[in-house]
């Protein structure tokens, strides 16, 4: 029985290892301290954000179990229905104040032009997510705004395959690929700010 | 804190002064707060639900408005009727410069309303009077057909107020006889089963029930305007009642009220396209010449670091 040679590097778990593991010390990714310069009140807003994404998550998924119409005949359904819509103003609301800070913070300097598109993209994908919440109310609002925006989709062909007036797709993309997509967004962005480290301030002279 | 700025370089990593920071404490204390802050503003401001509407609250509330737009479904001058792709090849749909989207993708939800809102659902009814007036339809011409439907439509809305129209001269064919039938049907809650149902015995699926409803002349839209929904009052951020809304897409909402997209029949792909350029503009930001340095001419980082700042002079 002869033994096969193995090259570590050559094999996909290693690859795997050293693009991800490896590229991270410990306290980069749980740190208990950081640059003096961080001491502002703009940085609440990133983890307030992820705070808000906790609870609409959470409100969302006991809506999940109960179904999509509970919140209709039911007060405490209607309750959760309340904070899951509350959780959703609050994120965008503390995801655009964020936005606007690393805008004028220019927090892409230093190679986070991956930060700051991952960013981007959360806050795209949060708002198809939130839109698709808006269509699988199933009352009024729902119907009216279905309706209207068939009209954006179907003239970019994009109607043809994803049917805002299809209640029961939408209530599938919203309760499983979104926010699945959106989270994986989410956790690429808080890892790549891990990794980089918070941006420093300009420096005096604007480079 | 005698750190000259000049020195920073934000590619490398961090060896300058260091504060004590507790990541896990920090989030949950977020959690806690923000939880409480959506906790309070539910229990405080709770959440709008306008019921939705049926097609025999339809021909309940509005019933010429009903049988006008099922008469116009028959002679196919609804906006379903000639919507175009995804629905049928009735129209053009929306063009950008030589560029058609909603062609190209094609009609994969196939829909003719006069087949799929009027005939089907009343071929589910035994009344011999129905049955005779479906067989008299499906035995004429297309040609005829249109005659027939789109005179009593005309006479229809013409009049305004009446549910069914005289005719002594049989000008109208068996249109009067089937309009009034379906309304029948929507006014006993019948036409939401036959709409959903068509398709799946247990439906999630309201594309029928919804184009049919979305054709309506004034039921709907006047329910939306009341509400402030309609594109002219910013519709697409609002929410029913005084809640709030989706206000992040207030700026996909300002090129509608705005000319050319305002008056255009390509609004919509004009409108997304727009975004579409846009929000990858955003995305790009950081490698655009002029937007990127922005936040260098406007020196808000001086407010946003002004500890610092103070700090590394001192």
């Not at chain 1, 499983?176 to 959106?182: A, D, K, V």
């Not at chain 2, 006889?177 to 247990?202: E, Q």
């Amino acid at each position: 029985m002869s033994t096969q040679k193995v090259t570590p590097q050559r094999s996909w778990t290693s690859r795997v290892r050293m693009a991800t593991i490896e590229k991270f010390e410990p306290e980069d990714l749980l740190p208990d301290h950081q640059p003096a310069y961080v001491a502002s009140w703009i940085y609440i807003f990133g983890v307030a954000t992820l705070a808000a994404f906790v609870m609409l998550i959470a409100s969302g998924l006991y809506l999940t179990l109960e179904g999509p119409a509970w919140w209709h005949s039911s007060k405490v359904g209607h309750y959760v229905n309340s904070v899951h819509l509350w959780s959703v103003e609050l994120f965008f609301v503390f995801m655009v104040v964020h936005l606007w800070g690393k805008f004028w913070m220019a927090a892409w300097r230093g190679r986070r032009l991956a930060t700051w598109m991952t960013g981007c993209l959360a806050f795209f994908a949060s708002i198809i997510t939130g839109f698709t919440g808006y269509i699988i109310q199933t009352n009024f609002d729902s119907q009216w705004i279905a309706t209207q925006a068939k009209d954006g989709f179907n003239a970019m062909g994009i109607g043809a395959f994803f049917n805002t007036l299809n209640t029961g797709q939408a209530i599938l993309l919203h309760v499983s690929l979104l926010p699945l997509t959106l989270g994986f967004i989410v956790v690429w962005h808080v890892i790549l700010v891990r990794r980089k480290g918070v941006v420093p301030p300009i420096e005096e002279g604007g480079k | 804190m005698n750190r000259k700025l000049s020195t920073i370089d934000p590619s490398k990593k961090w060896n300058g002064p260091v504060r004590e920071y507790d990541l896990i404490k920090e989030f949950v204390i977020a959690v806690v707060v923000v939880g409480f802050l959506a906790l309070t503003l539910a229990a405080v401001f709770s959440s709008p639900d306008e019921k939705a509407l049926t097609m025999q609250s339809w021909a309940k509330s509005a019933p010429a408005d009903f049988v006008q737009t099922t008469a116009g479904e028959l002679a196919g001058t609804t906006t379903s009727a000639n919507y175009g792709p995804p629905y049928n090849k009735n129209g053009e749909g929306q063009n950008i410069g030589p560029i058609n989207l909603s062609k190209a993708a094609g009609v994969r939800i196939p829909i003719n309303p006069a087949q799929s809102f009027v005939i089907e659902p009343l071929k589910s009814q035994s009344d011999s009077k129905i049955q005779s007036a479906l067989s008299m339809w499906s035995s004429a011409s297309a040609q005829v057909q249109a005659k027939w439907a789109s005179t009593y439509s005309d006479a229809l809305t013409k009049d305004g107020k009446s549910l069914s129209l005289e005719d002594p001269s049989g000008k109208y064919g068996p249109v009067p006889t089937l309009v009034t039938s379906l309304y029948g049907m929507a006014s006993t809650g019948a036409l939401d089963g036959a709409l959903t149902t068509s398709d799946s015995t247990l439906p999630t699926n309201f594309t029928k029930p919804l184009l049919f409803l979305a054709d309506s002349g004034s039921y709907f839209p006047d329910k939306a305007a009341a509400q402030h929904l309609s594109g002219d009052q910013w519709g697409v951020m609002n929410e029913t009642g005084s809640w709030p809304g989706q206000s992040w897409l207030w700026l996909y909402s300002l090129w509608y009220q705005i000319e050319p997209f305002k008056s255009s029949g390509n609004a919509d792909i004009l409108v997304m396209s727009l975004m579409g350029v846009l929000s990858l503009g955003l995305l790009l930001l950081p490698v655009l010449p002029v937007i990127s340095r922005i936040p260098y001419w406007i020196p808000v980082h001086r407010l946003i670091w002004r500890n610092w700042y103070r700090r590394s002079r001192e």
